[in-house]
């Protein structure tokens, strides 16, 4: 089994978002529909409600990835629903490698716990492949990841000041 670059996704038919970080910048993230259709759906429809505007980053750990989607801010928190975990060791056929600027949605040990947490690699970590389910990639403004990585964190890599969401919006 090979797993593949996000560039063999990218089109002009995928959705797009654009995550507004404030004094950080702003990442344009386009989405793949036929890597993870549950994961995409579910994150645009929190995208539309706006579940994501005044959110942290709550995990944030330098050549690893950023992570946030968490209400409750703490790595313990949610939206209403979760989703299956669409990714190799849960039956589900993603290919796509977590490689720099790859999304992908956090869970717990459980394989269908996925509900709102992502995170957004910072540098590669082949061992999250086929593991997590990667849905996307930022096609703009990585330099904003880049910068977040940077910020102080305590011991939980939890930023000592919060690093918030403004908004999240489609764009396509």
């Not at 959110?55 to 801010?73: A, L, S, V």
């Not at 979760?82 to 949605?105: C, D, Q, W, Y």
């Not at 509900?115 to 904003?144: C, R, W």
């Amino acid at each position: 089994m090979e797993f593949k670059n996000y560039k063999e996704y990218l089109n002009d038919n995928n959705p797009r978002v654009s995550i507004d970080m404030g004094e950080y910048g702003v990442m344009e993230i386009e989405l793949f529909p036929e890597v993870a259709p549950i994961t995409v759906e579910n994150f645009l429809k929190l995208v539309d409600k706006k579940f994501y505007d005044g959110i942290i980053f709550h995990r944030i750990i330098e050549g690893f990835m950023i992570q946030g989607g968490d209400p409750k801010g703490i790595g313990i928190g949610g939206s209403d629903e979760t989703i299956k975990g669409e990714f190799i060791s849960n039956g589900v056929n993603n290919l796509l490698k977590h490689t720099r600027g790859v999304i992908s949605m956090a869970r717990t040990n459980m394989p269908n716990s996925a509900s709102s947490q992502f995170f957004i690699m910072h540098k590669d970590a082949p061992h999250l492949d086929g593991g997590y389910a990667a849905f996307g990639v930022v096609v703009n403004g990585i330099e904003t990841v880049d910068k977040i990585v940077k910020v102080e964190t305590d011991h939980r890599n939890k930023p000592i000041n919060d690093v918030k969401i403004k908004s999240i919006r489609r764009t396509r």
